[in-house]
């Protein structure tokens, strides 16, 4: 069970088709930290006895010297057997080129090389990327045995340095995986794997605190205890892992990290998003301009954020939301307690009592919205719709002081045939109830939408809900389809 790989089976035919291949082959895995990318490369490559694997990962903040100190090693346990010798060398060319000259004198056996945390190999000055370039194109690609793999957990690092390369790296890359948060149903098979067996409410509740990252799953312990009970051991207990897990995080990934938590502590605030001027003019000069870009799709290719444009907006430019459920719940319950968390434990039953507050029922809502953007293939699914309908979200503000009704519509598919399907989210332990004064509302939204976007489309009109909604006279007038939870754990 230690090195069972779950619920990743496009990432497998991918490995699968780059190992059998017989031509020499680039991968570039990505995706933000704790997400499984070296688990997945480790449990695929480690115990084959038909290749030899050669894996070496950048240590944070290492110096060059260190770095290749470390390099050097691991060629040692990969190749001392052929009768190799190693002398830790004083650069990066003088490294490869005797990974190289042991590569020769391998055995006919494929050649794995995996280079883990390259982002923190290449130190400033070291060269390590004129140097990977020359020995791939030079002596690497020529050699049909040999696989490389270049991971990452700085996304934007292995996007720029090495997917899109302008340079002599530019092309070479073969296969690419950007290896993203599992899923609700592949979240259940990870816990069933570690012989956790929720209902699917039970889940959803410990994905609404923690997301699909397998490292953050992979500490939920406790048989026989409910995903209360599990939330409140993980998150308000002393020093608890989810307490100190999010600055460990954001140090890992960035320099400068509290510019990056700032910058995302002020999107989470933004239900329904933020445009990038707004939000440049709230944080102010440290993410002006070039820089400021950049910090931001750091934080879209690390799956912090995502980017859109709202259609039928009257005003342009990009916006952003938060959509990593850890970051969500760490600004919401575990910030404006962690200074007691660093001391005690809060009492026993402290999240139990919190489900009981309004507050509470703002963040569920929240939270299962940001699940709901994470799962649109299986939404598209279940309203049957074509895979061109392109997903978005809509809000109209009115001007201060004006006689007008504002409106926000959750999430919206813009059909190619002459239709608007319009989403309503709710998150309920019980069916939903749709009431004539609520029901009136909806009424005034759909007309309010049809008037500020002057669209002539059929518009329609579905409920996403995680407990259903409840059959009445209005829900069998208005609704055209629902959305349940068990849509929601549907695998495609």
């Given at each position: ?30 995706g933000r930290r704790r997400v499984g ?19 070496s990962t950048g240590m944070k903040d ?248 709202p259609l039928y907006s009257k005003r ?177």
């Amino acid at each position: 069970m230690k090195n069972t790989i779950i619920a990743r089976d496009s990432e497998l035919s991918t490995l699968n088709a780059f190992l059998s291949s017989d031509q020499p082959e680039f991968l570039a895995i990505y995706g933000r930290r704790r997400v499984g990318k070296t688990f997945l490369i480790r449990s695929f490559f480690s115990e084959r006895k038909d290749i030899v694997f050669f894996n070496s990962t950048g240590m944070k903040d290492g110096s060059m010297l260190e770095q290749i100190a470390n390099f050097t090693e691991e060629m040692g346990d990969a190749f001392l057997y052929k009768g190799a010798k190693f002398e830790v060398g004083k650069n990066w060319r003088g490294t490869f080129k005797t990974l190289t000259e042991n590569i020769r004198a391998s055995s006919k056996k494929k050649i794995v090389l995996f280079f883990d945390e390259l982002p923190w190999m290449a130190t400033k000055n070291s060269k390590l990327l004129q140097s990977l370039d020359y020995f791939w194109n030079q002596h690497w690609s020529k050699d049909n045995r040999i696989k490389l793999i270049i991971c990452g957990s700085s996304a934007s690092w292995i996007i720029n340095k090495i997917i899109n390369n302008k340079g002599g790296l530019h092309n070479r890359v073969t296969h690419t995986i950007f290896l993203e948060p599992l899923k609700l149903s592949q979240a259940k098979k990870f816990l069933k794997n570690l012989s956790i067996n929720l209902t699917d409410k039970q889940i959803l509740e410990l994905y609404m605190v923690m997301g699909g990252v397998p490292f953050y799953l992979n500490k939920v312990v406790g048989k026989q205890l409910s995903s209360t009970q599990m939330i409140e051991n993980l998150a308000f207990k002393r020093k608890s892992f989810l307490l100190t897990e999010f600055d460990n995080l954001f140090l890992a990934l960035f320099d400068n990290a509290e510019i990056y938590i700032k910058i995302i502590k002020e999107i989470a605030k933004h239900r329904y998003g933020i445009g990038q001027e707004d939000l440049f003019k709230k944080i102010g000069k440290v993410i002006q301009g070039s820089s400021g870009v950049e910090k931001m799709a750091a934080l879209v290719d690390t799956s912090f954020i995502e980017s859109f444009k709202p259609l039928y907006s009257k005003r342009r430019g990009i916006y952003y939301r938060v959509i990593d459920q850890y970051s969500l719940f760490y600004f919401h319950w575990i910030l404006p307690v962690k200074n007691s968390l660093l001391k005690k434990s809060l009492l026993q039953g402290y999240w139990d009592k919190i489900k009981t507050k309004p507050a509470w029922h703002t963040w569920s809502g929240l939270a299962f919205e940001a699940i709901c953007y994470e799962h649109l293939l299986q939404i598209q699914k279940a309203l049957n719709l074509s895979p061109t309908a392109i997903p978005s979200t809509w809000r109209y503000v009115p001007k201060k002081n004006s006689d007008e009704r504002g409106a926000q519509i959750d999430l919206l598919f813009d059909r190619d045939d002459d239709s608007i399907t319009l989403c309503e989210i709710k998150y309920s332990d019980k069916p939903f109830v749709i009431s004539k004064e609520y029901a009136e509302k909806l009424q005034d939204k759909l007309e309010i939408f049809r008037k500020v976007t002057r669209t002539k489309k059929q518009l329609f009109l579905a409920f996403i809900a995680s407990s259903g909604v409840k059959k009445n006279k209005y829900s069998e007038a208005l609704i055209n389809k629902t959305v349940t939870l068990e849509d929601l754990f549907r695998e495609f």
